[in-house]
């Protein structure tokens, strides 16, 4: 079982930068790819970017690709987001998640957290 709790959300002009961070409980972190998804408003849940179990490899969704970073310590047992360029079309609840593959697809993901909200003003 892995247990994820997002911090980092808020309130930012566009333009600006944030930092999300997801913290992970269990002694297998290490053995997982994450990812970060977003959800507006009215609309499906989508990818943005996910990182292997190593950190090695990264893949992003290519509306973020550019803006958005996604990197991970494996010995603080986090993941990070960090977020610059900032659209208010970015604005949305976002999730880390937790799974064996790191694809795009949420359903290759098996654990998730609660969401934190990210608003980017015009």
């Known amino acids: 079982q892995v247990q994820l709790v997002e911090s980092g959300g808020g309130l930012v002009q566009a333009g600006g930068s944030l930092r999300l961070s997801c913290a992970a409980s269990?002694?297998?972190?290490?053995?997982?790819?994450m990812g970060w998804f977003r959800q507006a408003p009215g609309k499906e849940r989508e990818f943005v970017a996910a990182?292997?179990?190593?950190?090695?490899?990264?893949y992003y969704a290519d509306s973020v690709k550019g803006r958005f970073t996604i990197s991970r310590d494996n010995a603080k047992n986090t993941v990070y987001l960090q977020m610059n360029s900032l659209k208010p079309e970015d604005t949305a609840v976002y999730y880390c998640?937790?799974?064996?593959?790191?694809?795009?697809?949420?359903?290759?993901?098996?654990?998730w957290g609660q969401g934190t909200q990210v608003t980017v003003s015009s």
């Open positions: 998640a937790a799974g064996g593959g790191w694809g795009m697809l949420a359903y290759e993901y098996d654990y």
């Open positions: 990182i292997s179990w190593s950190g090695g490899s990264t």
């Open positions: 269990g002694r297998t972190f290490s053995s997982y790819a």
